[in-house]
């Protein structure tokens, strides 16, 4: 059974970090690209961050490039997200999944075969 499990979330202040993390388990998580997205209220899921199968290639958003660090440990098989500066805009459910196939960043989510339930991270003013 496919799995995937984020962790990591909460309540901040303006200005505080968060790191996520993601475990994969039943598929072999290093030949998986993997991404993260997010879905705050009232509004569409959208992707912010992928790493390549290796690492080597990253991929983020405008709204949380220089902010966000996505990272990848195959041998745990997990992969993070290092939020930094976060902003209230930065509230949202997120999300991360996983795919066999090279997605990118403007790949359609629908796309990606492998979802997690979701960690909320709140910031508050």
């Known amino acids: 059974q496919v799995q995937l499990v984020e962790s990591g979330g909460g309540s901040v202040q303006t200005g505080d970090s968060l790191t996520l993390s993601c475990v994969l388990s039943g598929r072999t998580f290093s030949t998986h690209t993997m991404g993260w997205f997010r879905q705050a209220p009232g509004k569409g899921r959208e992707s912010i961050s992928v790493?390549?199968?290796?690492?080597?290639?990253?991929f983020y958003t405008d709204a949380v490039k220089d902010r966000f660090t996505i990272s990848r440990d195959n041998a745990k098989n997990t992969v993070y997200l290092q939020m930094n500066s976060l902003k209230p805009e930065d509230t949202a459910i997120y999300y991360c999944?996983?795919?066999?196939?090279?997605?990118?960043?403007?790949?359609?989510?629908?796309?990606?075969?492998?979802w997690g339930r979701g960690t909320q991270v709140t910031v508050s003013s």
């Open positions: 999944a996983a795919d066999e196939t090279a997605l990118r960043l403007s790949s359609a989510i629908g796309l990606w075969h492998y």
């Open positions: 790493i390549s199968w290796t690492g080597r290639n990253t």
